[in-house]
């Protein structure tokens, strides 16, 4: 079983920061790729950053310069510090974090979606 737990939404005024944390739980061996994705009103679910387990990240041009994806193994445990919020920034973020499992033989990964935080930003 493996438990993935937001948190750090909410409501900020358009410049503003907020911190999102993603929490990993449960019988993990290890974790690969860690990520954010968003989805606003009316539109599809977006990717926002991307980080490997290497720490090697990704952006995407809305968002790059402003937000930052980082990660602690230790914790199993996915950050986005977002800064100069805009209010199109406005969504809800989930975090996607690739777990490997250890078997009796063999190791497996799968993919798991956190339950999402709500992002506002006013103007």
């Known amino acids: 079983q493996v438990q993935l737990v937001e948190s750090g939404g909410g409501l900020v005024q358009a410049g503003g920061s907020l911190r999102l944390s993603c929490a990993a739980s449960g019988s993990i061996f290890s974790i690969n790729g860690m990520g954010w994705y968003r989805q606003a009103p009316g539109k599809q679910r977006e990717l926002v950053a991307v980080?490997?387990?290497?720490?090697?990240?990704n952006y995407s041009d809305s968002v790059k310069g402003r937000f930052t994806i980082s990660r602690d193994n230790a914790k199993n445990t996915v950050y986005l510090q977002m800064n100069s919020l805009k209010p199109e920034d406005t969504a809800v973020y989930y975090c996607n974090v690739d777990i490997v499992f250890r078997r009796a033989d063999y190791y497996s990964s799968l993919g798991y979606w956190g339950q999402g935080t709500q992002v506002t930003v006013s103007s």
């Open positions: 980080i490997t387990s290497g720490g090697n990240t």
